[in-house]
């Protein structure tokens, strides 16, 4: 599935466990595109083989993963658009890691200095049902547009939606992910551009879904930006089976936080990561593991 409480996935890391008498694995799904999941995911991998020993796994296509907030959330009250129009009910959260920035950059030649702009407009995103293009058409909702409002692309790749912007076929690129965005700084390499500002449309997205957020890309994040942008943000959290041994998830919690120096390698944003970071409330149930490790640190959760 793309766009689910497991990842916008298309890409799979088998995890493996060890213990001195039998060896399981859990699979970890991690995410598309050129974003940091995959290379946190391998972090994680290396953190979890040195702390758990897995036993009994619940038979699917994944025991553990990478979650969207604002997915997520829909997914387990199964208010979202499909697949996660059905409660999901065997999905529970582990903890949260770093916040993600919904950005639209523009080229600075286009004429778009506002939402309002982009209309007639080149603008390219990412394929129909991943986190981001679900981002971008709510945006483009609460901004008054549908799709046949702009010229819209939808790609399976940051690099052909950049190549775009490059050669002028597109004028605007949206995406989620942290900052700064690699593939913003590739584009920023060939020509000036511009972020977008989105505090105005904060309130009618969260109308939308109460899991988003107003967070702020500081300047000088990219090339040539002079100011503060505030933009849509949400989550990236930890999701596991809510089958998985106590025990397990119970040690793999403990040790998302002592990898966070080695994460941060991969996106310094999880240097950051404290344990009331990790146990922020986002609508969903705690794995009982993770719950008894934060409780053991003093944290009081729901």
Not at 90 to 103: D, E, H, I, R, S
Not at 218 to 230: A, L
Request: proline letters at 4%.
């Amino acid at each position: 599935m793309r766009r689910t409480i497991w990842v916008a996935a298309a890409m799979a890391a088998t995890v493996g466990f060890s213990s001195h008498v039998h060896a399981a694995e859990v699979r970890m799904m991690t995410g598309p595109q050129a974003g940091f999941w995959v290379p946190l995911g391998g972090q994680l991998k290396d953190a979890w083989e040195k702390s758990a020993n897995v036993r009994a796994i619940q038979e699917g296509k994944a025991e553990i993963g990478f979650g969207n907030t604002i997915t997520t959330a829909d997914a387990v009250a199964g208010t979202g658009e499909a697949p996660l129009d059905k409660k999901h009910d065997k999905v529970c959260n582990v903890a949260t890691l770093y916040p993600q920035y919904f950005q639209m950059v523009a080229n600075a030649d286009s004429g778009v200095n506002t939402l309002k702009d982009v209309k007639g407009k080149g603008f390219a995103t990412q394929v129909k049902g991943n986190t981001g293009e679900l981002i971008a058409r709510h945006v483009l909702r609460v901004t008054g547009y549908t799709y046949n409002d702009v010229k819209a692309s939808f790609t399976n790749s940051y690099t052909d939606s950049v190549e775009q912007m490059k050669d002028n076929r597109m004028h605007v690129f949206a995406l989620g992910t942290g900052i700064p965005a690699s593939s913003i700084m590739d584009l920023a390499s060939a020509r000036d551009i511009k972020l977008i500002d989105m505090a105005t449309i904060y309130e009618p997205m969260q109308k939308i879904n109460p899991a988003y957020k107003l967070v702020t890309i500081p300047k000088g994040t990219y090339p040539k930006q002079d100011k503060d942008v505030q933009v849509i943000g949400y989550y990236t959290h930890v999701v596991a089976a809510c089958s998985l041994p106590e025990d397990t998830v119970y040690k793999m919690t403990g040790a998302i936080l002592s990898a966070k120096e080695t994460m941060s390698s991969v996106y310094k944003e999880v240097g950051k990561l404290t344990a009331e970071m990790m146990a922020q409330d986002i609508g969903v149930t705690f794995h009982p593991g993770a719950a008894k490790w934060y409780k053991e640190k003093g944290i009081a959760i729901k």
